[in-house]
């Protein structure tokens, strides 16, 4: 148990000398004929709630204040029928915005236990006990919790004192994971055998006591202590500005006319009775705190909805209270001392997003409205992970295992978006036949702020095996591979064995050109389209440049009956133009050769503008002069006979022939 240290007042308050406050009736109105049993205002000062006995007969009324003034006291249903079952339900009060009621009521094994009902909507909740560590086997009456929600006062009455009212006052906190300490007695002299009615102020320092003990003015008096820290108390001062030969009753702070409010009593005439507003010294009054107070709605709908609000320490993140709103309004209303320390509200609801906020709190009050979403944006970027290009992919989104009903919307190619309820923990499968399964882990389980999310997801491509054959060498070369299906035609190089072999693991469904040219050997250009079910081989034959040495160029093309060259054929030309850069050893011929029909002169003039224009090309790329022949030879050497359309292309050619070496 912790050890609590009595202080003597920092500032000497002669209260005897004051004169007696003046008083200012509070505007409740007491049934005809009935005693008042207790009395409490919610620490906003906005409800309050009163008990009234006349004989046998006991009734609670709770009130709104409307302007200036409280309205007509309206029955609580659920205390009614408490007492209907004879639970015997007394002393109730209020929270700080008044939507929760603590109150004592019998147990079942017939002593007081202290409850508590929370307004849902139009109506109270089906009492809950606070449990163990405030109950007991003894009585617990007169609750009094804190605005932020985290500490409780009560008493347990003295079976031998001197009024039924007397008791000891005991105190609980609560622990940051939400359960009462054992509470204990308040050490003497804040406890001298006869206390009622504890009243802890919004500032969570500022106790109000009302108590008969020598040196009072008679009946119950008030008095005031303050608690400077954790372990330290001062000692209590009685406030004789209020106190008088009447009983001072049920002390509560009224944060509406910033002055103690309470019950005077005769104890003569108990039916002599009158609620007051009293002004106090300022050094008796509870410490400045800022108000923080709005509504919470949902988003979509904005419509009012039930929400927590928890406040921590912004330098060591410890919670330092935890306030409900009004879930059929949507108001919330809650204070903080007043200091210099910053503090993180924050603001959320189960499956609802979170909205923090960072405040120092030094302000008298200020208005906050919130708005939380239950749903959040998912922008989905899917690509591969090597080439970068966009991918349409198939997507399943699962919460433990089960398939949800959330069809995300195609926005481009690759790019998805999804509404995804907060409050799970998804599972964002992506298939694609090309690919490897990709799986996201997606979680909104936790503290959820922003609504729109965009998240990247990088495929990694299934791979096969293709093999390429070299047919003409008796060493490694190099084998050029372009990716003729991605969007920027990725190039990568590969080396054969000495046989001329290369087995080479490739993105799976592509299609790929295959270039050989190393030095010295004529050059191969293939297609592999691994899209189908084609061969996953390619047999590549070329041979060793020397004398003589004939190739014929694939894809030259002119113009009809024209020597222009077709911009198909730059390509193949390209390549030719790669292979005498890297044997600049060779002088070589260009032929051109064409079908059958026409005139023989003009089938040798045409070829021979055709041989020209080749030459020309060749030497706008860099080839030298002195390295190139142009030589036209007509219909005069067909591959094929010219007997069909086919045989004919086939014989439309251009070839090139090594002439020379040693330049």
Not at 123 to 151: H, R
Not at 233 to 245: E, R
Not at 306 to 313: F, G, Q
Not at 536 to 549: G, S
């Amino acid at each position: 148990m912790r050890k609590v240290v009595l202080l003597t007042a920092a500032v000497a308050i002669s209260s005897a000398a004051m004169a007696q406050a003046p008083t200012t009736p509070i505007g409740i109105t007491i049934p005809e004929g009935y005693q008042t049993t207790s009395f409490y205002i919610s620490g906003n000062g906005e409800k309050a709630i009163a008990g009234f006995k006349k004989d046998e007969s006991v009734k609670f009324l709770l009130y709104e204040k409307q302007g200036d003034k409280f309205s007509e006291g309206e029955a609580v249903a659920f205390l009614d029928q408490l007492i209907a079952d004879k639970k015997n339900p007394t002393t109730p009060s209020l929270n700080h915005d008044g939507t929760r009621i603590y109150f004592s009521a019998k147990n079942e094994k017939g002593n007081n236990d202290i409850f508590y009902s929370t307004k849902d909507k139009d109506k109270w909740t089906e009492p809950e006990n606070m449990g163990e560590a405030i109950n007991s086997s003894a009585d617990e009456i007169y609750p009094s919790v804190s605005s932020d929600g985290l500490s409780i006062y009560f008493t347990r009455p003295q079976n031998d004192a001197k009024d039924s009212r007397c008791g000891t006052i005991y105190t609980s906190s609560r622990t940051p994971y939400g359960e009462w300490e054992e509470a204990v007695a308040l050490v003497e002299p804040l406890n001298l055998g006869c206390e009622t009615a504890p009243y802890i102020a919004p500032d969570n320092k500022t106790l109000y006591i009302s108590s008969m003990r020598e040196g009072g003015k008679g009946g119950f008096d008030i008095y005031y202590a303050n608690k400077v820290s954790p372990l330290y108390w001062i000692l209590p001062i009685a406030l004789d500005t209020i106190n008088s030969s009447n009983d001072e009753l049920f002390p509560v702070y009224n944060a509406n006319s910033n002055k103690l409010s309470l019950l005077y009593r005769d104890p003569k005439n108990k039916k002599n009775i009158s609620f007051v507003d009293v002004p106090l010294s300022a050094k008796l009054l509870p410490a400045d705190n800022c108000r923080y107070y709005g509504k919470i709605l949902d988003q979509e709908t904005q419509q009012p909805m039930t929400a927590n609000i928890e406040v921590s320490d912004a330098f060591s993140s410890g919670i330092i209270a935890t306030f409900t709103n009004d879930n059929e309004t949507g108001i919330y209303d809650f204070v903080l001392p007043r200091d210099k320390r910053n503090v993180f509200i924050d603001y959320s609801a189960p499956n609802y997003s979170h909205t923090i906020l960072d405040k120092d709190v030094t302000q008298d009050e200020e208005k906050i409205d919130a708005s939380l979403f239950k749903n959040v944006q998912l922008s989905l970027n899917v690509f591969d992970q090597s080439m970068f290009d966009p991918i349409e992919t198939n997507i399943t989104i699962k919460v433990d295992g089960v398939t949800e009903n959330i069809t995300p919307e195609t926005i481009d190619v690759g790019r998805y978006k999804m509404t995804l309820p907060i409050g799970k923990y998804y599972k964002i499968y992506l298939t694609q036949n090309l690919y490897e399964d990709y799986v996201m882990d997606f979680d909104l389980t936790h503290k959820v702020q922003f609504q729109e999310f965009e998240r990247d997801a990088e495929l990694v491509s299934k791979k096969e095996e293709i093999t390429i054959n070299v047919e003409g060498v008796t060493e490694p070369i190099e084998i050029e591979i372009t990716n003729l299906s991605t969007k920027d035609h990725y190039v990568t190089t590969v080396t054969t064995d000495r046989h001329g072999k290369a087995v080479i693991p490739v993105r799976k469904g592509d299609k790929y050109e295959i270039h050989i040219m190393p030095k010295g050997y004529s050059f191969y250009n293939g297609t592999l389209d691994l899209s189908a079910d084609n061969n996953r081989v390619l047999n590549a034959k070329i041979e060793k440049l020397q004398a003589d040495t004939k190739m014929e160029l694939d894809n030259i093309t002119f113009a009809s009956n024209s020597a222009d060259i077709a911009a198909s054929s730059y390509e193949e030309l390209n390549r030719l133009v790669d292979l005498l850069k890297l044997n600049p050893q060779f002088k070589v011929e260009l032929s051109a050769h064409t079908d059958d029909k026409g005139a023989d002169a003009y089938n040798m003039k045409l070829s021979d503008r055709r041989a020209n224009s080749v030459v020309n090309y060749l030497k706008l790329k860099g080839i030298p002069s002195n390295r190139l022949v142009a030589k036209g030879y007509g219909k005069t050497m067909p591959l094929v006979p010219n007997n069909s359309d086919e045989n004919r292309a086939i014989n439309r050619r251009v070839e090139f022939k090594i002439i020379g070496t040693d330049l």
